[in-house]
């Protein structure tokens, strides 16, 4: 069966696309000709050959990782020095709540 499907892609895809699709495939640690032709399937829609198509995704992410999309980077926290008079508010601010919440319950 497998043999036959590769006949098939020989006769849909340009012949040196298929190491190379093969070639993509061992790299991410799939082992199947499913995979393969979903490479296939991909390049020949974009009509990019596979390794073009690698390529392409590694650069358009920007780092060098091929394939999935790249989280934005968030801000990190700043360190805010606090004074003691701020902590002291929060301090009694914390307590009015809890005054707050004694009294309602």
Not at 5 to 29: C, F, G, L
Not at 56 to 72: F, I, Q, V, W, Y
């Amino acid at each position: 069966m497998i043999r036959d499907s590769i006949n098939d892609a020989i006769d849909t895809y340009p012949v040196d696309w298929i190491p190379e699709a093969m070639q993509i495939a061992v790299k991410a640690n799939k082992r199947s000709w499913a995979y393969v032709e979903g490479i296939l399937k991909k390049c020949k829609e974009k009509n990019v050959r596979p390794s073009l198509n690698k390529l392409e995704a590694k650069n358009a992410n920007g780092n060098g990782k091929s394939g999935g999309t790249k989280r934005a980077q968030q801000p990190r926290p700043t360190q805010t020095n606090y004074s003691d008079a701020d902590r002291a508010a929060a301090e009694r601010v914390k307590q009015r709540r809890a005054e707050q919440q004694a009294g309602v319950s």
